[in-house]
């Protein structure tokens, strides 16, 4: 199964399919960012989000050749981004060692602390009725019919108007 999974991740690590796959995970990012924003205004969690921008300097020419790549095709699909060199990093992160020679600047990025955002959410949901099923193993979810079910690896057939898979560390 692992060995499959690499195989068809080897095949899919190509510029052709990241070009292809970006607009879709650039939409997928934005509304992300939307969402975790709408959580912290509206919904009262506190996560740490702020939307700082996301600062990545580079050591060596290479890296920042490298890097100014990737800002340019970021930049492509329509995220603001600078690129920034010399004395000028230092305007935007002052205690900056030396040793940075350029940077890109993703100016639409935000940042969030995400096991405190994943703990909020899980408590607000339960406050607003979700049950949460954690460590459990599915064997089969059936929606035919009317009254759609899962089954359990302990054999609890369970009923949901609304079914959320989740899955991930």
Request: aromatic share 10%.
């Amino acid at each position: 199964e692992l060995f499959r999974w690499c195989l068809q991740f080897a095949r899919n690590a190509t510029r052709k399919h990241v070009e292809k796959c970006a607009p879709v995970l650039m939409e997928f990012n934005v509304k992300s960012k939307e969402l975790y924003k709408w959580f912290s205004d509206h919904e009262g969690l506190n996560f740490g989000y702020k939307e700082s921008g996301l600062l990545l300097l580079s050591q060596t020419n290479k890296q920042f050749e490298s890097d100014r790549a990737t800002g340019e095709f970021a930049h492509k699909l329509g995220l603001e981004v600078q690129f920034i060199e010399g004395d000028q990093i230092r305007q935007y992160e002052p205690e900056v060692t030396p040793y940075a020679i350029g940077g890109v600047l993703y100016e639409d990025d935000a940042i969030l602390i995400p096991q405190v955002f994943m703990g909020q959410l899980a408590q607000l949901l339960v406050e607003k009725g979700v049950h949460i099923l954690k460590q459990t193993k599915v064997e089969r979810i059936n929606l035919e019919g009317n009254s759609p079910f899962i089954l359990t690896q302990l054999g609890e057939k369970l009923t949901f108007d609304q079914l959320l898979i989740a899955a991930g560390s």
